[in-house]
């Protein structure tokens, strides 16, 4: 395949849009990049990308892909309501294997329409949100949930040892999917859970995700239980470290900035998330000062609603231009980097992803600039960030197959997949006592 015309956007590190002459993708791997388009017009084979921008495909470093089935099911709503009193009791009752592979579809085709072309997930029944990922045709990382309470797949409490070694055993060997575990948070895993699951995870070379200061609620229960602040409380238990992603680390000392940077630990901004919720806003700006690696992420659509990535980066923008009075922080660059490269080096996936270079995997994404709110176009990196949307991405490529072109998705049928959620949706509006506008 060989795409040609238009612009470039190949190393988010070192931001430079360039005019394009030809890109080639062989098998799943990136050929040659932006060399002279030297093909006769018309050439069998050849893309043209005239009025687009190729560039590296968007990661979203957070979600909960299967909760799009319970989008717009209650919002409005502090952290610890909308847990409690919504989402656990709906999960309790309607989370199965099905439930995860339907909603993990519907997230996944969203996410592929607006240019993610990888998304790191944490969830029960993973299996099957690999196989939906398989199918769509995204990479992902499928973290598997831990959780020392009962859950969806794991409903004798404690027993969440023996369904992570299942989930490992019977995880789709796939060149799209990595395996990795989730751990809820320090308030509903115990310090045995957090280390054991660290050394399972370690011992599979595998990352570990969780999420970590998250509300102000969450640090003071976690300072009356262990007398520290939750990434103290992990650094105390040694589960810190390169392969440990630390899910909004919002309510951060400085001196548990440090912790995260001196092990190396990752982190995931959510700022929509975060926002909707009312959790807080993370020091992003000092964290990156201070050297800690992190990427964006949207978090699970029940708390967002939607997955858009380009919506995500303006925000984070934003957020933190409000949070520190500065309107120099955190500035387009940055935060395209953040969707980019830089969360390829959160998934540990840098060597492979996140900018276009000769020998990478092709996963690429051509967003359409003919679009009157995309004019008249002074700096395209500006208007990607704080003009751009989801729904201006053309094509995407991932690991050098089509998943959509043209706007449309070639890898799964749309229509029959909203029938089946439609379907879903109404148990669920049944079973909770609420409307339904299925099948409008
Ligand atoms: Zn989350």
Redesign the pocket.
Known sequence: MILVNGLILSDPDHPEVLPHGKTEIIGNRLGSVNLPNDLPTGWDGVIDCSNCLLMPGLINC?T?AAMSLLRGLADDLNLDRWLNDYIFPAEAQHVDSRFVYLGTMLSAVEMALNGITTFAD?YFHMEMAAQASIEVGLRAVIGQGILDVPTPDASVSGSWKERAGRFLASCPDDPLITPAFFCHSPYLCRPETLRAAAELARNNGLLIFS?VSETTWEVSEIKSRYRSGPVAHLDGLGVLGEDFVA?HAIHVSDQEQEMLCKSGTKVVH?PE?NMKLASGAAPIQDMIRRGVTIGIGT??PASNNNLDLFEEMRSASFMAKLRSNDPEALNARTVLRMATSSGARVLGMADRIGSLEPGKLADVIVVDLNRPHLFPMYDPISDLVYAGRGSDVRDVIVNGKFVVRSGRLTTVDEEQLKTWVWAKASEISEGLNLKSYGNH
């Open positions: 957070h909960h944490g999420h899910v959510c998330s978090d699970g």
